[in-house]
């Protein structure tokens, strides 16, 4: 069964200061690993997605990194904003037309 | 342009009702998605639509869940004979076309809530 585990399940961190959130997956075969941000009460948006051969990928101040060997990445934030504050989901995907969903991190930004 | 729309954001049945949930899939997206979020766990895939048919329905919790969609357009959930542990976010989700490789643009869901 294909599973997502992330950590941690909540972080609260000053504005201006870095995170990183962890997802580790057993998605086998793997295509591609999203990660999507889901502000309160909306639907989640696609951050980034990195394909097998992709070892990390930027989107401004988020950074996404994979290794597919040992089935990990991470999502890195530089330099928090309120406005980051929402929950993390990590997605990989494999061959199946069902994307699993981690659980996410909901991060909480605060001055 | 547009983005997924879905009506209503809130809805609020009594058990053993049926109720219906919409969605408006961006023009032009052939692959439409339909996901259940309780609260604190994650996204549960439900079905999804090629067109309108629904090659994969393996998600839908009991056979009072349905869904169809139509024109390749407008798609509804049903549940029918509420139950209180169908309280949820309903989100529904759609990509230029199906594969996993294509983003998938989310609508802000609506909440049920089955008393």
């Known amino acids: 069964k294909n599973q997502v585990e992330q950590s941690p399940q909540s972080l609260i961190i000053l504005e201006g200061k870095n995170c990183t959130l962890q997802c580790n997956y057993t998605v086998s075969p793997f295509s591609n690993l999203r990660w999507y941000k889901q502000d309160t009460g909306r639907g989640p948006v696609s951050l980034t997605i990195?394909?097998?051969?992709?070892n990390t990928k930027s989107n401004g101040r988020y950074t996404a990194t994979l290794d597919a060997d040992t089935k990990q990445s991470s999502l890195h934030i530089t330099a928090s904003q309120l406005s980051d504050s929402a929950s993390y989901i990590c997605?990989?995907?494999?061959?199946?037309?069902?994307?699993?969903f981690g659980t996410g991190t909901r991060l909480q930004v605060t001055l | 342009g547009a983005g997924v729309s879905q009506s209503p954001s809130n809805k609020v049945t009594e058990k053993g009702k049926d109720v219906e949930l919409r969605c408006d899939p961006i023009?032009?997206?052939?692959?439409l998605y339909w996901y259940r979020q309780s609260l604190g766990q994650g996204l549960e895939f439900l079905i999804y639509f090629q067109g309108n048919s629904a090659p994969d329905k393996s998600g839908l919790p009991s056979d009072r869940f349905s869904a169809e969609r139509t024109g390749g357009s407008v798609s509804t959930l049903t549940i029918q004979r509420t139950q209180q542990e169908d309280s949820a976010v309903y989100l529904c989700a759609s990509s230029l076309a199906w594969g996993t490789e294509n983003e998938q643009y989310f609508g802000p869901g609506t909440r049920l809530t089955v008393t």
């Open positions: 023009s032009g997206h052939t692959a």
């Open positions: 990195m394909t097998f051969s992709e």
């Open positions: 997605v990989p995907t494999g061959t199946a037309s069902k994307l699993t």
